[in-house]
């Protein structure tokens, strides 16, 4: 079960969350309510959280000096943040801006809390790794790729570019202006692949519609009663290359006039209601440009080498392991003088010549249990698609774990999780066997 904090002393907004939770994902997730500093800091120093709820616009909670406390203290750093916001009282924009600094992933208005806290909260629980590894991949991995699907859902697009600027903020690539830059670029592309792709919104519905005073949201949500429509995704593809990180955005769309489209922009000038995620990604891409179609663009954003990097000793010079489908990456009863990370790839796990399992980066580690107690291997695995590995020495390990202890507690959490897991399948089995 994860753990979640949510700073709040709104009790009315505590309440809907707590019932949202309790109804649907009751065993999935831990609820944590703090309502003052001491209480709040306690939990996030020593509870370790994976996901931190805050309410931005809560006037009797301490959020400046919380904040405060998480940017200064990189310890603090390897959750993801929902915040919420009164949008009476706040510039969801704003808020990102002053926050930049934070892991700031997703921001949902008091008013929708009720519709979208959970699913928020879920994709962020789905692909923890990616934030929650940022300091292991960081150091063992060169290059590295992902990619979403995603619904038409315009509130949810936002974790998902939260995610992914925030990986790239915390590897050091970018720093925190670009980070924030890229999050609402990203953000507003991906609408625009919703919108104008998959709902096929014109133009001139679209302005239209916005210039009676309506939601832009409400129209897609009228466009998605279509069963066809509804089905289609946006797909977000990103890789990590030396000098910078490429980004590609897809819809399922008919596409659009790539040619017109600028003209209109350039017609309607700077304050047009249109094009404002191309406008943004202008600021920090290096190059941007869309396919014939219209239903595909792609951008790079340049890595800043002038940013301060802190590399520990030992992992980046570990042995990059390439592996195809077959390959056995160690044998039942071999001696564990290695650790592997993994990057990427599908791993099947044998005990006594029986399938007992499957690993995937999800999992971060494989064969640490026997690494750590200097067994012999207990398992043989079996690489069931191309993957990539990063082979650990013990002294490597011992070294870095020595300069950064909270890889540790990292470790030690994931091990706990590993054993909770194989409990739960064990007492299946005894249930199955009786």
């Not at 003088?337 to 499957?358: A, C, E, K, M």
Request: glycine letters at 6%; hydrophobic letters at 40%.
């Amino acid at each position: 079960m994860s753990l979640i904090g949510v700073l709040s002393t709104d009790q009315m907004l505590n309440s809907i969350i707590k019932e949202e939770f309790d109804l649907k994902v009751k065993d999935s997730f831990i609820l944590q309510f703090l309502e003052d500093e001491s209480s709040a800091m306690e939990f996030l120093n020593f509870d370790l959280p994976e996901i931190v709820i805050i309410n931005f616009s809560d006037q009797n909670f301490p959020v400046g000096r919380i904040l405060e406390n998480i940017q200064n203290d990189s310890w603090l750093h390897n959750f993801g943040m929902v915040g919420l916001y009164d949008s009476e009282k706040h510039d969801e924009d704003e808020l990102l801006k002053e926050y930049k600094n934070t892991n700031v992933l997703a921001m949902i208005d008091n008013m929708r809390v009720r519709s979208h806290i959970l699913k928020c909260v879920q994709i962020i629980d789905q692909n923890r790794q990616i934030i929650f590894q940022k300091d292991l991949s960081d150091k063992l991995v060169d290059k590295s790729s992902g990619s979403f699907l995603i619904e038409n859902d315009v509130l949810a697009v936002s974790v998902y570019a939260g995610i992914a600027a925030t990986m790239l903020a915390q590897r050091g690539y970018i720093n925190q202006d670009t980070k924030m830059r890229l999050q609402l670029g990203l953000s507003e592309l991906i609408i625009n692949g919703v919108e104008h792709g998959n709902c096929g919104i014109t133009f001139e519905e679209k302005s239209a519609y916005l210039e009676r005073g309506k939601s832009i949201l409400d129209l897609i949500e009228e466009k998605c009663k279509d069963p066809e429509i509804a089905r289609k995704r946006v797909l977000l593809e990103w890789e990590i290359m030396e000098d910078g990180t490429k980004f590609v955005i897809k819809d399922e769309g008919e596409g659009f006039d790539v040619k017109k489209l600028k003209e209109d922009l350039e017609r309607e000038g700077p304050l047009s209601l249109h094009g404002r995620g191309i406008k943004m990604a202008k600021h920090f891409a290096s190059k941007l440009y869309y396919n014939s179609k219209g239903n595909k663009v792609t951008f790079i954003v340049k890595h800043d080498r002038q940013l301060p990097r802190k590399t520990p000793v030992g992992f980046s010079e570990e042995e990059v392991l390439l592996t195809k489908r077959g390959d056995i990456i160690f044998e039942q009863g071999e001696s564990s003088d290695f650790l592997y990370y993994i990057s990427s790839g599908q791993f099947s796990v044998f005990h006594n010549n029986r399938h007992v399992g499957v690993l995937s980066p999800e999992d971060i580690f494989m064969g640490e249990m026997s690494f750590l107690l200097n067994n012999r291997r207990s398992a043989t695995v079996r690489a069931e698609s191309d993957g990539k590995l990063i082979k650990i020495s013990r002294k490597s390990f011992i070294s870095v774990v020595r300069n950064y202890p909270h890889y540790g507690i990292f470790l030690s959490k994931l091990l706990a999780r590993k054993l909770v897991r194989a409990n739960l399948l064990n007492a299946l089995i005894e249930e199955q066997v009786t």
